[in-house]
C-alpha cells in the first residue's frame, strides 16, 4: 500500500484512479485523516490513530463522492476530538468519552431504561436465544429508574440505588444478583451505541452470600434411603385415593359417573418422583429441569441436552444418564406430557412450581432444611466424593468459574493428601511382615 502526505482537497481527489492495489494518502493539515483507495477504485475517508492500550485503530468517515473533502475533514476533527488515543491523559479520555456519550444522544437520541427493555433489548436476547429472564429481574427491580435514559446511569446512582434496597431488607446476594443483570443489559446497551462505558461494573458487589453445601446424608446416613421410601409410599397413597374415586363415582345415585384410568399398575402416578430422581442424578436447576422436553433428551445415547436458553451460563450442556435414570425415564416418558418431561396436562405446558407436593414429601421422610435446589448440591458432593475432578464437575454443573465448585472440594476424602503424595511422596511399599521367632529347645 502505497502511503503519502498530501493535501486532502477535491482537485486531488478528482486526480485519484485505482492501480490495483491499496492507496492511501495522509492529510497535510489533518494528522490522522486519511484517504484511501481500494483496488475497486472505491475511495474512503479514514480516521487513523493509537488507542490508550497502543493497539492501531481505523475508522471510515464515508466515501468520494457522495462527502466532500470539506465535510470529511470536519467529520474526522469530530471524530479524533472523541476518541480516546494513547497520548491522552485519563482526565483527556474521559472528556473525549462524555463528549460521544453527548454527540451519539444528539444524533440519534438515548432511549429509556424501559424502552430499552422492552424493545432492543429482548429483541437481542430472543435472537441470540438468551433467556429474558434477566429482562423480567431488572424491571421488577429498578422500578424507579425504568423513565430514565441509559446515558443518565452513574455508578453513584447505582450505588444509591444498592442502599435503598439494603435498607429495604433484601439481602446483600439478591442485590448482587439485581446488578449482575443490569450491567449485562448496559453492556448490550454499549454495543448497540447508546452508552460509551457501562456504570454497573464500577458498582462493588460486596453481597456474596455464603453458600451452604447441604446434601443427603449429611445429618443422617438413612437421608437418602428414606427420600426414596417416601417417594413409594406416595406413589401408593396416589394409587389408593385414585381407586376409592373411582369407586365413589362408579357409586354415585342417578347414573354413574366415568371412572378415572386406574394408577394400580402405573409405575408413576405423577411427575414427582421422575422430578426428583432427575434433578438428583443430573444437578440441574429447578428452570432448566422445568423448561427440559423430550427433544432434550437423547435416551439411545444417553444424553440429556440443557438448551442454552434455558441455561443461567448462556451456554448449551450435555449431561450424561445415569442407569437410574435411564430406566425411570424410559418408564416414564409413555406417562408424562407429549412435549415436555415435567408437563402440565391440563394447560399443555410446563409445570411452574411443585413447591407443596416437594415440602409434603420432606416431611414424610422426615428430611429438614433441605430445599429442592440443594439436589443440585448433592449431585455436586457425590461426584467429588468419587474423585471426579473439579473441571468435570463444573461442566457438569454449567458453572462459569471454579470458584463456584472450590465450595465442594472438601468433600472428597483425603484430597489435599493425595495431591502431596502424588506430586512429592515416594510410593509407599508394604513393610515384608517378619517372621515368627522360633521357640527355643527346652
Known amino acids: 500500500m502505497s502511503r503519502n502526505k498530501v493535501t486532502i482537497t477535491r482537485e486531488f481527489l478528482r486526480g485519484l484512479s485505482a492501480n490495483g492495489k491499496f492507496q492511501e494518502y495522509a492529510d497535510a493539515e489533518l494528522t490522522g485523516f486519511k484517504v484511501r483507495v481500494l483496488p475497486s477504485g472505491t475511495v474512503q475517508y479514514t480516521v487513523k490513530f493509537y488507542k490508550p492500550d497502543g493497539k492501531e485503530?481505523?475508522?471510515?468517515?464515508?466515501?468520494?463522492?457522495?462527502?466532500?473533502?470539506?465535510?470529511?475533514?470536519?467529520?474526522?476533527?469530530?471524530?479524533?476530538?472523541?476518541?480516546p488515543t494513547k497520548q491522552d491523559t485519563p482526565a483527556v479520555v474521559e472528556e473525549k468519552k462524555k463528549r460521544r456519550a453527548e454527540s451519539v444522544r444528539?444524533?440519534?437520541?438515548?432511549?429509556?431504561?424501559?424502552?430499552?427493555?422492552?424493545?432492543?433489548?429482548?429483541a437481542y436476547l430472543e435472537a441470540n436465544e438468551i433467556s429474558t429472564a434477566n429482562a423480567a429481574l431488572i424491571r421488577s427491580s429498578f422500578p424507579d429508574l425504568l423513565d430514565r435514559g441509559l446515558d443518565e446511569f452513574t455508578p453513584w446512582m447505582l450505588?444509591?440505588?444498592?442502599?435503598?434496597?439494603?435498607?429495604?431488607?433484601?439481602?446483600?446476594?439478591?442485590?448482587?444478583?439485581?446488578?449482575?443483570?443490569?450491567?449485562?443489559?448496559?453492556?448490550?446497551?454499549?454495543k448497540a451505541g447508546h452508552v460509551t462505558d457501562n456504570p454497573a461494573k464500577e458498582v462493588p458487589r460486596n453481597g456474596k452470600a455464603d453458600v451452604v453445601v447441604r446434601y443427603l446424608g449429611q445429618r443422617d446416613p438413612l437421608e437418602r434411603e428414606r427420600l426414596y421410601v417416601a417417594m413409594e409410599v406416595r406413589e401408593e397413597v396416589n394409587r389408593d385415593a385414585r381407586h376409592r374415586t373411582n369407586a365413589h363415582r362408579r357409586s354415585r345415585p342417578g347414573g354413574a359417573l366415568k371412572p378415572l384410568p386406574s394408577l394400580r399398575n402405573v409405575r408413576y402416578t405423577d411427575h414427582l418422583q421422575p422430578l426428583v430422581v432427575t434433578a438428583l442424578n443430573t444437578g440441574m436447576r429447578k428452570a432448566e429441569l422445568l423448561a427440559l422436553q423430550w427433544d432434550d433428551v437423547d435416551l439411545e445415547l444417553r444424553t440429556i441436552h440443557v438448551r442454552r436458553a434455558v441455561a443461567k451460563s448462556d451456554k448449551r450442556r450435555d449431561i450424561p444418564i445415569s442407569d437410574e435414570l435411564l430406566a425411570c425415564l424410559k418408564t416414564w416418558k409413555p406417562l408424562a406430557h407429549r412435549l415436555y418431561v415435567f408437563g402440565n396436562p391440563e394447560t399443555d405446558a410446563p409445570l411452574t412450581d411443585f413447591k407443596n407436593a416437594?415440602?409434603?414429601?420432606?416431611?414424610?421422610a422426615e428430611i429438614a432444611d433441605f430445599r429442592f435446589h440443594d439436589t443440585r448440591h448433592d449431585f455436586a458432593t457425590r461426584l467429588v466424593a468419587q474423585g471426579v475432578d473439579l473441571y468435570k464437575v463444573k461442566t457438569l454443573l454449567g458453572h462459569s468459574s471454579y470458584a463456584m465448585v472450590e465450595r465442594y472440594a472438601h468433600h472428597h476424602p483425603d484430597h489435599l493428601h493425595a495431591a502431596i503424595d502424588a506430586a512429592f511422596n515416594e510410593p509407599r511399599r508394604a513393610k515384608p511382615k517378619r517372621a515368627p521367632r522360633k521357640a527355643s529347645a527346652a
Open 57 to 83: 485503530g481505523r475508522k471510515r468517515i464515508g466515501t468520494y463522492p457522495a462527502m466532500s473533502a470539506s465535510d470529511a475533514r470536519e467529520a474526522a476533527r469530530l471524530e479524533l476530538t472523541q476518541t
Open 358 to 364: 416437594w415440602a409434603a414429601l420432606l416431611v414424610a
Open 159 to 190: 450505588e444509591q440505588w444498592k442502599s435503598r434496597a439494603a435498607k429495604t431488607g433484601i439481602k446483600p446476594k439478591t442485590i448482587s444478583n439485581k446488578l449482575v443483570a443490569l450491567q449485562g443489559l448496559l453492556r448490550v446497551a454499549v
Open 106 to 122: 444528539r444524533a440519534h437520541g438515548v432511549p429509556t431504561l424501559r424502552t430499552f427493555l422492552d424493545g432492543d433489548y429482548t
